[in-house]
Structure formats: structure tokens, C-alpha cells
């Protein structure tokens, strides 16, 4: 459709940022824009308590995409959100995290606005804050890591082990998004790039969730500690000293319990 058309008549799409997974981490924003919602367009790692909070009746469509599992090809999901316009006040486009991290949001603003629809992207919590504050552990610290990094694990035809040729670890707290099924090259690379197999790792499962797991280990362990306890996606992978901060102050956390803790 030619962007040149009026758009008066055809409804808004809101693409909306549903915070790391636990619901209270849900902004104020999403929140409002939810319940006001005619049709709702949800990804595959979108808790099923914050679609709880969509109005009764409204219509829920998944398009979730898992690593080598895809219910919709991007394209489509592109034109099932145009579509929706010609029929729908406020159409929501629900992802996972914050939209504008590894979220495809770009691909959709761009199709959406070339067909001379109004759409808005609304910041969430990316799951890296949201892991960070689960594990009450900051992602920088001047005397651990003083940068972030933030990589993808694969990217469009693969994994992305691009990325991780020539990277010093030193000094940064390297964030990974889906690196889980990619976690052997990404170790073999850092280790090519004269990384010290002794570099602190952690993965977690199911971040900011009752279900959380949390592992830690480091270049050289982490792969068989992550085979051993079966870690399953979704994970977020932390690389840096702040790993190694992480693990004192859950000492010091559990050293405080045992002190308060009943006789």
C-alpha cells in the first residue's frame, strides 16, 4: 500500500517492551497501553501472567519465534501487524525484554511506516537489567568492570561467532542474548583471543522467574557445568569479573541468612 494514503481511518500499532519475564517489571507505560489494547501480537518468552493483564475477549495472537522454531516468518508477522490496522484502534506488538534489543523491532517500524502506518515503540526492561537486579549484583563496578557489552549468539544465517574474535574481556562485563545453543564457539573464540580460560562466566535460565537458575563457572568449566544441569533456553550469559563479585556477595547474602536465620 502507498504511503500516500490516509491513515485516519486505520488503527496505531504500539511496539511494546514486556520487561525480562517477572510481571511487576512491567512498565507503568505497557501497562496502559495493554488494557487499552484491541488485538495483542505476543512473542514466545512473554509471561502468560502479563498477557493476564490484556482486557477479557480482546484477540491474542502468538507469533513466537524459538531458534530453528518459527509459528510466523518475520515477513508475515510484518503483514499480519498491517492488517490488523484495517480493522483494530490499538494494535500491540509484545516482545520480550526491551523491543529495541535484539527484538527485530527495526524491521517492523520500517515496513509498518512504509505502508504509512503510525506505530510507537515503548521501552521495557531488557532482560540484562533485569538479571542484574534479580541477582542483586550491578553490571559495572569501578573496580570490576568499567564497560557493557551487549552481543547477540547468532544472528540472521547463524551463529555469531564474529563477534567474539579479538575480544578482550578484560575490564567489561560482556552480556550474551540466546548464546545457549551457541556457547561452544563463543568459548573456543574468547579462548583463541587470548582470554584466560580462567575468565568468570555465569548463565542464567529463566531470569527475573521463580523458576531462575543460576551457574557460574568459567571459560574453561562452563560448558560442561551448563551439560551437567541441563540449562535450557531461555539463558542470558554474564562474562567478566563482575561474576566474580557476584559470588562474593552471595557469600556475604548467605553468611547474613545463617546470622538471622531461627535457632
Same mark, same amino acid.
Do not use: W
Given at each position: 500500500?502507498?504511503?500516500?494514503?490516509?491513515?485516519?481511518?486505520?488503527?496505531? @500499532?504500539?511496539?511494546?517492551?514486556?520487561?525480562?519475564?517477572?510481571?511487576?517489571?512491567?512498565?507503568?507505560?505497557?501497562?496502559?497501553?495493554?488494557?487499552?489494547?484491541?488485538?495483542?501480537?505476543?512473542?514466545?518468552?512473554?509471561?502468560?501472567?502479563?498477557?493476564?493483564?490484556?482486557?477479557?475477549?480482546?484477540?491474542?495472537?502468538?507469533?513466537?519465534?524459538?531458534? %530453528?522454531?518459527?509459528?510466523?516468518?518475520?515477513? =508475515?508477522?510484518?503483514?499480519?501487524?498491517?492488517?490488523?490496522?484495517?480493522?483494530?484502534?490499538?494494535?500491540?506488538?509484545?516482545?520480550?525484554?526491551?523491543?529495541?534489543?535484539?527484538?527485530?523491532?527495526?524491521? =517492523?517500524?520500517?515496513?509498518?511506516?512504509?505502508? %504509512?502506518?503510525?506505530?510507537?515503540?515503548?521501552?521495557?526492561?531488557?532482560?540484562?537489567?533485569? @538479571?542484574?537486579?534479580?541477582?542483586?549484583?550491578?553490571?559495572?563496578?569501578?573496580?570490576?568492570?568499567?564497560?557493557?557489552l551487549f552481543l547477540s549468539g547468532h544472528k540472521k544465517d547463524g551463529v555469531n561467532s564474529d563477534s567474539f574474535q579479538n575480544l578482550n574481556c578484560i575490564g567489561k562485563t560482556i552480556i550474551i542474548y540466546m548464546g545457549l545453543n551457541s556457547l561452544g564457539p563463543i568459548v573456543s573464540e574468547l579462548i583463541n583471543s587470548g582470554n584466560s580460560k580462567d575468565t568468570k562466566m555465569a548463565v542464567i535460565q529463566n531470569a527475573?522467574?521463580?523458576?531462575?537458575? @543460576?551457574?557460574? %563457572?568459567?571459560? =574453561?568449566?562452563?560448558?560442561?557445568?551448563?551439560?551437567?544441569?541441563?540449562?535450557?533456553?531461555?539463558?542470558?550469559? @554474564?562474562?567478566?569479573?563482575?561474576?566474580?563479585?557476584?559470588?562474593?556477595?552471595?557469600?556475604?547474602?548467605?553468611?547474613?541468612?545463617?546470622?538471622?536465620?531461627?535457632?
Amino acid at each position: 500500500m502507498n504511503a500516500s494514503i490516509t491513515t485516519e481511518k486505520r488503527g496505531k @500499532v504500539f511496539l511494546v517492551g514486556a520487561g525480562p519475564g517477572d510481571p511487576e517489571l512491567l512498565t507503568i507505560k505497557a501497562l496502559k497501553i495493554l488494557r487499552k489494547a484491541d488485538i495483542v501480537f505476543y512473542d514466545d518468552l512473554v509471561s502468560p501472567r502479563i498477557l493476564g493483564v490484556c482486557r477479557k475477549r480482546i484477540q491474542m495472537v502468538y507469533v513466537g519465534k524459538r531458534l %530453528g522454531i518459527h509459528s510466523c516468518l518475520q515477513d =508475515e508477522i510484518n503483514q499480519k501487524l498491517i492488517q490488523a490496522t484495517q480493522e483494530h484502534h490499538t494494535v500491540v506488538r509484545l516482545k520480550g525484554g526491551d523491543p529495541s534489543i535484539f527484538g527485530r523491532v527495526g524491521e =517492523e517500524v520500517l515496513s509498518l511506516l512504509r505502508d %504509512g502506518i503510525q506505530c510507537e515503540i515503548v521501552a521495557g526492561i531488557t532482560t540484562a537489567s533485569g @538479571v542484574a537486579a534479580s541477582l542483586g549484583s550491578p553490571l559495572t563496578h569501578r573496580d570490576y568492570a568499567r564497560e557493557i557489552l551487549f552481543l547477540s549468539g547468532h544472528k540472521k544465517d547463524g551463529v555469531n561467532s564474529d563477534s567474539f574474535q579479538n575480544l578482550n574481556c578484560i575490564g567489561k562485563t560482556i552480556i550474551i542474548y540466546m548464546g545457549l545453543n551457541s556457547l561452544g564457539p563463543i568459548v573456543s573464540e574468547l579462548i583463541n583471543s587470548g582470554n584466560s580460560k580462567d575468565t568468570k562466566m555465569a548463565v542464567i535460565q529463566n531470569a527475573t522467574l521463580e523458576s531462575e537458575r @543460576v551457574f557460574t %563457572g568459567n571459560l =574453561e568449566t562452563i560448558e560442561s557445568i551448563v551439560e551437567e544441569n541441563k540449562v535450557k533456553s531461555p539463558a542470558i550469559i @554474564v562474562i567478566g569479573e563482575i561474576v566474580r563479585f557476584y559470588e562474593e556477595i552471595k557469600s556475604l547474602k548467605n553468611g547474613c541468612a545463617s546470622i538471622l536465620s531461627p535457632i
